[in-house]
C-alpha cells in the first residue's frame, strides 16, 4: 500500500496511507510530505479549484489500484530500483525523476495522469495503455505490472519496416 510520513502545518508528523492522504486533502488540511530516504520536505499547496481538488482525490485513490497491483517478483532488480525511485517521485508530487541507468528524465503516472489522454510515445509509465502509440511499436512493450519495458522476445514483423 502506498504509505508516506507527513507533516502538519502544526509540524506533527505520522505515516498516512493514501486513502488517509485522500482524505486530508479533501479537507485542505496545510501538510507536507516527507521523503523518508532523504528527509526532503515539501509542502504540498492546497487545491486551487474544486477541480484540482477532485483531480488530486482521484489520483490518489488511482495511485493505491496502481501500486497494488505491482507484483514485485516479476521485477528485475533493476525495474524494483526504477519503481522505487518513481515511487519517491510521486510521494513528494513530482512530475518527473531521473532514469537511475540514464540519467534522463522519466514523467511519472501522476503527470501521465493529469494529461489526461496518452500522448502516443510509448512513455514508461502511461496510464492509458499506450491508447494513441502506433499498433507496431505498442506490439514491442510489455507492462511488467509495474511500468511499461521493452518486450526481449519482440520480433518485429518486416511487413512493419
Not at 532488480?77 to 517521485?89: N, P, T
Not at 505490472?145 to 521493452?150: D, G, L, M, Q, R
Request: net charge neutral; with cysteine.
Amino acid at each position: 500500500m502506498f504509505q508516506t510520513s507527513l507533516v502538519l502545518g502544526t509540524g506533527s508528523s505520522f505515516m498516512a496511507s493514501s486513502r488517509q492522504i485522500v482524505t486530508l486533502v479533501r479537507r485542505r488540511v496545510d501538510l507536507s510530505v516527507r521523503q523518508s530516504s532523504g528527509g526532503v520536505r515539501r509542502t504540498v499547496p492546497p487545491p486551487q479549484s474544486e477541480k484540482q481538488k477532485a483531480m488530486r482525490a482521484e489520483y490518489l485513490a488511482k495511485e493505491v489500484e496502481w501500486e497494488g497491483a505491482v507484483d514485485y517478483s516479476k521485477l528485475t532488480d533493476q525495474e524494483s530500483f526504477i519503481h522505487k525511485k518513481h515511487k519517491e517521485a510521486i510521494e513528494n508530487f513530482h512530475f518527473t525523476y531521473d532514469d537511475p541507468a540514464t540519467g534522463l528524465k522519466v514523467v511519472t503516472r501522476l503527470r501521465h495522469f493529469l494529461k489526461g489522454t496518452c500522448c502516443g510515445n510509448a512513455c514508461r509509465h502511461c496510464v492509458y495503455n499506450h491508447q494513441n502509440v502506433e499498433p507496431e511499436r505498442a506490439r514491442s512493450r510489455l507492462f511488467n505490472s509495474a511500468f511499461w519495458v521493452e518486450d526481449p522476445d519482440y520480433v518485429e514483423d518486416e511487413s512493419e519496416g
